[in-house]
């Protein structure tokens, strides 16, 4: 069965600081793996997808298929990073996206 | 396009009623998905269409829960009879072809039932 695991309900750290937020995922295929964003008071987006291998807002994530892993990370904190993060699974084109429970990522200036 | 629209953003209900939420996905998207997001369970999936007809509603908690899309254009998912446990925001998104980079989100409907 196809599970997304994000082990840290609430993440805070200061401005300026190194960022990682953790996924992990249990597939036995190859899956496709994303990373949604909702900032307050607005709908989830997409940041981030593995196989676009791109920089969003200073934010890249690599997939580990050894470790099973997606972290999501962003070497300088800012203020408006703070939002809800959803690391979520496909494993083909055709079927729903498994989302993880979310982490709440706070900012402290 | 307006992207995916959901009404209402907010809906207070006692318990024991019948609540109905909306949902207009983007106008040439083939796939709908209703997902429920608790700070417990994070985002679930309940129910998905593909042109109009309904996949997969494994994931519809009860059988109070029921969902329809009668058209491209319009999808409800109605809780009868309603109860505290079913507060959420309950989201609507939409999609071409199946694939994450195409979901579009709704601003969702956050529930209340007391």
């Known amino acids: 069965a196809q599970r997304v695991t994000q082990p840290e309900k609430l993440l805070s750290v200061f401005k300026g600081a190194p960022v990682e937020l953790k996924c992990n995922y249990s597939y036995s295929g190859s899956p496709e793996l994303f990373w949604y964003v909702q900032y307050s008071r607005q709908r989830l987006q997409l940041l981030l997808r593995?196989?676009s291998r791109e920089s969003i807002k200073g934010f890249t994530a690599d997939l580990n298929k050894g470790e099973t892993s997606f972290h999501l990370k962003k070497p300088f904190a800012q203020e408006e990073d703070s939002a809800m993060y959803y690391c979520a699974l496909q494993n083909s084109g055709n079927t729903p996206l498994v989302f993880g429970k979310g982490t709440r990522l706070s900012v402290i200036a | 396009d307006a992207g995916v629209i959901q009404s209402p953003r907010h809906e207070v209900t006692e318990m024991g009623q019948e609540v109905t939420l909306r949902c207009k996905p983007i106008s040439g998207h083939d796939y709908l998905f209703w997902y429920r997001q608790t700070m417990m369970r994070g985002l679930e999936l309940l129910i998905y269409f593909n042109n109009n007809v309904p996949i997969d509603d494994s994931g519809m908690p009860e059988d109070r829960f029921s969902a329809k899309m009668p058209n491209a254009s319009f999808s409800t998912l109605k809780i009868q009879p309603s109860e505290p446990r079913d507060s959420a925001v309950y989201f609507c998104?939409?999609?071409?072809?199946?694939?994450?980079?195409?979901?579009?989100f709704g601003s969702g409907t956050r529930l209340t039932v007391v």
């Open positions: 998104a939409s999609s071409l072809v199946g694939t994450g980079v195409g979901y579009t």
């Open positions: 593995h196989i």
